[in-house]
């Protein structure tokens, strides 16, 4: 299993930014494909999630209205629109699956919201 994520950034408050995971090495189709993101003082945590068919979303409650999750089953990636940043979405952001109850992760990207 392979997840490479990119596009995370500097962006001032208030912009968006789009994130995309490229996967490989599993059926991608399959699968259900999540976002989290981790700061040194936080957990790692659920920001969205979407179906195996992209046809059903879920959200953590502090990005909700503001991300949106999509997928292209062709393209074998996920991607997240985040818009109207704060400077408390400031993390690194992972892509994630889980396959036979184990958690895949790519390296993560950095985004950074700030003035």
């Known amino acids: 299993v392979q997840l490479v994520e990119s596009g995370g950034g500097l962006v001032q408050p208030g912009g968006s930014l789009r994130l995309s995971c490229a996967a490989s090495?599993?059926?991608?189709?399959?699968?259900?494909m999540a976002w989290f993101r981790q700061t040194p003082w936080k957990e790692r945590e659920l920001v969205a999630a979407?179906?195996?068919?992209?046809?059903?979303?879920n959200y953590g409650d502090s990005v909700k209205g503001r991300f949106t999750i999509s997928r292209d089953n062709a393209k074998n990636t996920v991607n997240l629109r985040m818009h109207s940043l704060k400077v408390e979405d400031t993390a690194v952001y992972y892509c994630n699956v889980r396959l036979y109850s184990v958690n895949s992760w790519g390296q993560g990207t950095q985004v950074t919201v700030s003035s």
């Open positions: 979407i179906t195996s068919d992209g046809g059903s979303t």
């Open positions: 090495g599993f059926t991608f189709s399959r699968y259900p």
